[in-house]
């Protein structure tokens, strides 16, 4: 696929082989250098269930932020939820993302397991 460049050089304008963009340092979301792609959300011990359609075309995700967990840790609790709500599910830079509606069980979960969950 061809690459397409803005007059700056070294500037990409557009790829379909990259995937993501980071709008800071301008390489793909795997390679960025800024730091700002990788990082998962700030964990202050709350952690926020919540509820996103953008980008979905409608389909909704229940989304789980601020896990205080390792990268595998939160691999592990993602396959969890999704054996307890029976959906499909992923982990994408440290927020859990659940196919369908599903933040009162989540939240219920996460006070069973001891941390303050919040709905957002």
């Known amino acids: 696929m061809a690459l397409e460049r803005d007059e700056i050089p070294g500037r990409l304008v557009w790829s379909g082989s990259q995937g993501k963009m980071c709008p800071n340092c301008g390489k793909a979301d795997k390679e960025c250098v800024c730091g700002r792609k990788g990082e998962p959300p700030p964990q202050d011990g709350v952690v ?6 953008k980008g979905r075309k409608g389909k909704g995700v ?7 967990l390792d990268a595998a840790g939160i691999e592990a609790l993602a396959r969890e939820l ?3 709500c029976g959906a499909g599910g992923t982990v994408i ?7 369908g509606e ?12 001891g941390w303050r969950a919040r709905r957002v």
């Open 62 to 68: 229940t989304t789980v932020a601020g896990v205080p």
């Open 93 to 99: 830079r440290g927020t859990i993302e659940i196919q």
């Open 82 to 84: 999704k054996a307890r």
């Open 48 to 53: 926020r269930v919540g509820r996103e359609t």
């Open 102 to 113: 599903h933040r009162d069980v989540i939240v219920a979960e996460m006070e069973k397991r």
